[in-house]
């Protein structure tokens, strides 16, 4: 085990430089107008502008499918152009996505407002992750990571108590304020990339021996270290971030058989168990295995789904609503655990000067997870197949558990969060094969 001291929040932020310091404070204002509209996007399409729940749903997906398409150019031009430049464009695809969506009212209208919001999900990840990692490293560069994941619930949650008081379906002008406040909140970013971050270009020279074919997506994708990497990213998301706007509801909802507020509070639940744990957490895994920080979440993530499972048993009684917020919380604390793990790898194992590329894969495994999870759960909860669909579930989990201990091989115990001791990985992370060493 690892000597290293566990930093407090003051000493995380005395060793953050100016920009991170910068990056960090208007987090919560800019995520606060995703709160505003997240919850309520299909509500506004479906209930205030007449549109069919399943185009309705078909146009939320569209989302996801244009980011993932968007994903691969975006993390090249990151590192071509920079990571400032690139989070500059897909802010300002945001602003204009928002605000057409905001007086939108046909499904063409809607589809050309998802496509800017899709841009900025598929270009932001990568520029955005690029764009920290230049600006910190280390344990400091850990942190960071998880730090912002709450401070992103933070932002989303209050936003989505002001939009659920806000927002009313018999006045089609609320629902155009929340996304014009929506656009407004992403001004915050744009004055600061063009203020105080202007100098940061998040933007890496070539080494003059680096090999040009090496920047290749598939020359990074063939590498097994970040193979085995890509893998657990998309499974975490299909099995997680996948199932939560997807199959946790409608699991509660069909097998559970508990109310629509319960689903409600349980999202309030998780919420704030990120809020109030995540640097609690930080301070716990700080100087451990990343990999085995995974193990332990692959096990909350089983305990989360199992307890979810067995609401099914007692449908429509208290101890099934009881458990539908119970799987909330841990699931949440299962997260406190991914979100400083899985980035801190992926940008301490990338070049710097292709950190772009390499978060671009880390983006797109995350995008196709969304969009595949949601179909799957959707097909075989509509078939009744919910006990099949929970042990799909805890299986995924106990597979994530087996790619950490894969990915442990492959890369160095520094990228895998040890500072101290042998930097030796029991395996070429380029080719896989064992290492030998006198």
């Known amino acids: 085990m690892s000597t290293t001291t566990r930093p407090g ?11 991170g310091r910068w990056l960090l404070s208007t987090v919560v204002v800019q995520t606060l107008g ?5 919850p309520f996007t299909i509500i506004y399409m479906h209930e205030v502008r007449g549109i069919s729940l399943d185009l309705a749903g078909l146009l939320m997906a569209f989302i996801a499918v244009v980011a993932l398409a968007v994903t691969g150019p975006g993390g090249a031009l990151v590192d071509r152009l920079g990571a400032r430049r690139m989070l500059l464009f897909s802010t300002s695809a945001q602003v204009v996505g928002c605000t057409v969506i905001a007086f939108a009212t046909s499904p063409l209208e809607f589809a050309l407002g998802f496509a800017f919001l899709g841009f900025n999900f598929g270009v932001s990840w990568p520029a955005f992750n690029a764009l920290v990692a230049a600006v910190t490293t280390g344990e400091t560069r850990q942190q960071y990571f998880g730090i912002n994941f709450a401070l992103v619930n933070l932002g989303i949650g209050t936003g989505g108590i002001i939009g659920g008081f806000y927002a009313d379906v018999s006045d089609p002008s609320t629902f155009s304020a929340i996304f014009l406040a929506d656009a407004a909140c992403m001004l915050v970013p744009i004055a600061l990339l063009l203020g105080p971050l202007r100098h940061v270009h998040g933007r890496a ?12 997506y598939l020359a990074i994708v063939r590498q097994p270290a970040v193979l085995w990497l890509t893998a657990l990213t998309f499974l975490a998301t299909f099995v997680g971030y996948g199932q939560i706007e997807a199959g946790l509801p409608a699991f509660a ?20 168990t990120i809020v ?4 609690v957490v930080l301070r716990r895994i700080s100087g451990h295995r990343r990999t085995r920080v995974l193990l332990v ?18 449908p429509g009684t208290t101890a099934a609503a009881l458990g539908v917020l119970a799987f909330n919380a841990v699931f949440a604390l299962g997260e406190t655990l991914l979100q400083p793990t899985i980035p801190a790898i992926t940008n301490d194992l990338a070049p710097d000067h292709l950190r772009g590329r390499y978060n671009a894969v880390s983006a797109g495994a995350f995008q196709a997870g969304t969009i595949l999870g949601p179909v799957v759960a959707g097909f075989m909860l509509n078939h009744g197949w919910s006990w099949a669909f929970v042990a799909m579930i805890v299986v995924g989990c106990a597979l994530m558990a087996v790619l950490a201990l894969i990915l442990e091989r492959l890369i160095t115990p520094v990228v895998n969060g040890i500072t101290a001791g042998d930097t030796t990985p029991l395996a070429d992370p380029a080719t896989g094969e064992p290492v030998i060493t006198d």
């Not at 979440?297 to 199992?306: E, Q």
């Open 9 to 19: 929040m003051r000493a995380f932020w005395t060793s953050l430089p100016v920009e």
């Open 297 to 314: 979440m692959s096990a909350l993530w089983v305990t989360s789904w199992l307890l979810l499972g067995l609401t099914g048993l007692v």
């Open 205 to 216: 020279e070539s080494p003059e021996d680096a090999d040009p074919s090496a920047g290749s």
């Open 276 to 279: 109030l744990l995540q640097f």
């Open 253 to 272: 909802r069909t097998v559970s058989e508990v109310s629509t507020r319960v689903i409600g509070f349980g999202f309030a639940v998780n919420t704030a």
């Open 34 to 38: 995703r709160g505003l509209t997240l």
